[in-house]
């Protein structure tokens, strides 16, 4: 079975540029996670989707982020402008919770690397 | 609010030697505890759970014990091999009413050496 796939796995922008990260969750997954992993700031929530809708997005660092998941299967992270300080790993996870168990198993997709000079 | 609390790292060990990463947490609700670990270039993978109190996860010969009396799920191995070389996350997830997440903590560094 396919993972979490993201794209691209690799990023190298100039500062002041849009930048657009991509994740396909699992199938049959409903909730979707979007993270970031410095070496400053360890791994931090940016927003979560439960069935497509965004349900905590106070961990995004400021307007310039934006995150979108208009179907089941696909999700987007922007960044505009992007700066330096937003150079880092960038994850996402989805997962199929159990109302109400919360012991759901999050899968990690491999990440996308951004690097803004 | 919610957070989990773990040892600094780097930890260097000697293959087969003891293992043990501290993790303690502080939760508004009655969480499920997990430890992730985060091999080289990858993304981060469970290694075990535990849902409620005395609860012991396993795997991969890792344990860990949910303890509610000293909110504790330290993690636990006897004997260490090189390939156990990765960062090592202590997570918690509460639920929220509509949906769960993990609050993670800041990772540790096993580096396990011949």
């Known amino acids: 079975d396919a993972g979490v796939i993201q794209s691209p796995r690799h990023e190298v922008t100039e500062m002041g540029q849009e930048v657009t990260l991509r994740c396909k969750p699992i199938?049959?997954?409903?909730?979707l996670f979007w993270y970031r992993q410095t070496m400053m700031r360890g791994l931090e929530l940016l927003i979560y989707?439960?069935?497509?809708?965004?349900?905590?997005d106070s961990g995004m660092p400021e307007d310039r982020f934006s995150a979108k998941m208009p179907n089941a299967s696909f999700s987007t992270l922007k960044i505009q402008p992007s700066e330096p300080r937003d150079s880092a790993v960038y994850f996402c996870?989805?997962?199929?919770?159990?109302?109400?168990?919360?012991?759901?198993?999050?899968?990690f997709g491999e990440g996308s690397r951004l690097t803004v000079l | 609010g919610d957070s989990v609390t773990q040892m600094e790292g780097p930890v260097t060990l000697s293959e087969e030697a003891f293992l043990t990463i501290n993790c303690t947490y502080t939760?508004?609700?009655?969480?499920?505890l997990f430890w992730y670990v985060q091999y080289p270039g990858e993304g981060l993978q469970l290694l075990l759970k535990?849902?409620?109190?005395?609860d012991k996860g396993s795997n991969k010969g890792f344990e860990a014990t949910y303890r509610k009396e000293t909110t504790s799920f330290h993690l636990e191995k006897g004997s260490v091999q090189v390939s156990d070389s990765a960062v090592y996350f202590c997570?918690?997830?509460?639920?929220?009413?509509?949906?769960?997440?993990?609050?993670f903590g800041t990772g540790t560094r096993l580096q396990v050496t011949l």
């Open positions: 996870a989805s997962t199929r919770w159990l109302v109400p168990a919360n012991t759901g198993e999050l899968f």
């Open positions: 199938s049959g997954h409903n909730s």
């Open positions: 989707f439960n069935n497509n809708v965004p349900i905590d």
């Open positions: 939760a508004t609700g009655y969480p499920s």
């Open positions: 535990a849902t409620k109190a005395d």
């Open positions: 997570a918690l997830s509460v639920w929220a009413g509509t949906a769960s997440k993990l609050t």
